[in-house]
């Protein structure tokens, strides 16, 4: 996909949330395909299940792209997130940058979180029509406060600044044309990368679940959102995002 066909990235300087911004102009506006908006500060960015995104204001990519999603099916939804995550991942990889993806969707460096996505969907009758993507990815900041111990950025991998608006552009092109390019029917190019960069495959760790600590490796994340975990003894375990805790 050429970038001179896609919408031009809307900057602001601050906003509550990039993806709320999004969500209030489809309310009275037809968005097309690849309509990004970018903010060097959200006052309410949000992660998953409403956690916050810690990000110091011009230092980091925070964004919303709007996506027409029409030919991914609604009862495998989480098909859309294995391609989002994979397509940050080839973008950091292209880069040098080595990193896994976190069930659901959170992109790590050793045990540090690089990035972290937010979908949220729009569905008419049995068919999904739009789905915004937000990302929040860490580029230039060298301190964190609140995730100090969690929290890493593409300058304290590489020690190197960077351009954030060039490297919105390249990320931006990337994500869109890998969902645009998303056939059912080969589906697996898609699934393949996402499970051989997941987070956890290559042994056993400690996981809480209903208050119980386990020990079990990833072994899959089917396309409706489900991880499967295996424990040493073999017994299979399948959770949910939220129902089940990494123990870092």
């Known amino acids: 996909m050429n970038s001179s066909s896609l919408p031009k990235i809307i900057f602001l300087d601050t906003v509550d949330s990039t993806n709320t911004f999004i969500a209030r102009r489809l309310q009275t506006d037809i968005i097309p395909n690849g309509y990004c908006v970018a903010a060097d500060y959200q006052r309410a960015g949000r992660g998953q299940a409403g956690n916050v995104w810690e990000s110091a204001s011009g230092q980091n990519l925070l964004f919303s792209v709007l996506l027409h999603t029409q030919h991914f099916p609604l009862d495998r939804q989480f098909l859309l997130s294995k391609v989002v995550s994979v397509a940050i991942h080839k973008f950091l990889a292209d880069r040098g940058i080595d990193t896994k993806i976190k069930y659901p969707n959170d992109i790590l460096y050793g045990n540090k979180k690089l990035a972290g996505i937010l979908i949220e969907n729009r569905i008419a009758g049995k068919q999904m029509t739009f789905s915004i993507v937000g990302v929040g990815l860490n580029i230039n900041q060298t301190e964190f406060v609140e995730n100090k111990a969690t929290a890493i950025s593409i300058r304290q991998i590489t020690n190197r600044t960077y351009d954030t608006k060039t490297l919105l552009a390249e990320l931006r092109k990337e994500i869109v044309t890998l969902v645009a390019d998303f056939d059912i029917k080969k589906a697996d190019t898609y699934r393949k990368p ?39 003894s073999g017994d299979e375990r399948q959770f949910y995002f939220k129902q089940v805790k990494f123990i870092l």
């Open 194 to 232: 996402y499970l051989d960069h997941l987070f956890r495959t290559d042994g056993y760790y400690r996981y809480e679940a209903a208050g119980e600590i386990f020990e079990a490796r990833a072994v899959d994340v089917g396309d409706d959102g489900i991880l499967r975990l295996v424990t040493k």
